[in-house]
Structures are given as structure tokens and as C-alpha cells.
Nanobody, 122 residues
Framework: QVQLVESGGGLVQPGGSLRLSCAAS????????MAWYRQAPGKQRDLVAR???????NYADSVKGRFTISRDNAKNTVYLQMNSLKPEDTAVYYC????????????????WGQGTQVTVSS
């Protein structure tokens, strides 16, 4: 069993910054790509940023130049540094990753975190 625990959300004024963290724990053999998604009220869940096991990244157009995704493979943790935040960034942010565990070593299984609320408002 794998757990993804997110932290770092909160209320911030427009133009401010937040740093989200997502730590994976459990009987982990390896982690493939790690990603952040977000879902605003009444909208679908969309990809914000993704980072491969080798460190390659891609971003949604709406966050390019403002958000930075990174990972610490030794800690099984992915981060999302969010700068120059806008009200339209308000959403629940979810961590997502593919994990290979000791009990199912032949395949990667996709996991979601519980989500962390980010609210950008004055």
C-alpha cells in the first residue's frame, strides 16, 4: 500500500508564493513520473505540472514561468513552487504518481493524494 501525503496549501494574496509538497510512503520499489493536478469548483481536474524520473518537466501553459516542479528521489517527494499566484490559481491541488511496490513488482500503479486547498484572494 502506498500513501501520498500533501502539504503546503493555504490562503495567499495575489502575487504571493506557496510551496506544495507530496511525500510518498509505503513498500516502494520505484517511482515513475510524478505530477500535480488541480481542480477548481465546478471544473474538471487538469494537469498543472509533471516531472519524469529523469527530471524532464512539462507545464500547463497557464502556469509556465510561474510554477516550478521538482523532486527529491531519495525522499520520494515531489514539490511545486508557485510564484506570482493569481486568483484563477485557486483550486484543490492533487499529487499523482506511478509507483512500483514490493507486493506488485511487475507493474506501476497510479496513486492520488488527498488534495490540498490553495486559495488566492485579497
Amino acid at each position: 500500500q502506498v500513501q501520498l501525503v500533501e502539504s503546503g496549501g493555504g490562503l495567499v494574496q495575489p502575487g504571493g508564493s506557496l510551496r506544495l509538497s507530496c511525500a510518498a510512503s509505503g513498500n516502494i520499489l520505484s517511482i515513475n513520473a510524478m505530477a500535480w493536478y488541480r481542480q477548481a469548483p465546478g471544473k474538471q481536474r487538469d494537469l498543472v505540472a509533471r516531472i519524469t524520473s529523469g527530471g524532464s518537466t512539462n507545464y500547463a501553459d497557464s502556469v509556465k514561468g510561474r510554477f516550478t516542479i521538482s523532486r527529491d528521489n531519495a525522499k520520494n517527494t515531489v514539490y511545486l513552487q508557485m510564484n506570482s499566484l493569481k486568483p484563477e490559481d485557486t483550486a484543490v491541488y492533487y499529487c499523482n504518481t506511478d509507483v512500483r511496490t514490493t507486493s506488485r513488482a511487475w507493474t506501476y500503479i497510479n496513486y492520488w493524494g488527498q488534495g490540498t486547498q490553495v486559495t488566492v484572494s485579497s
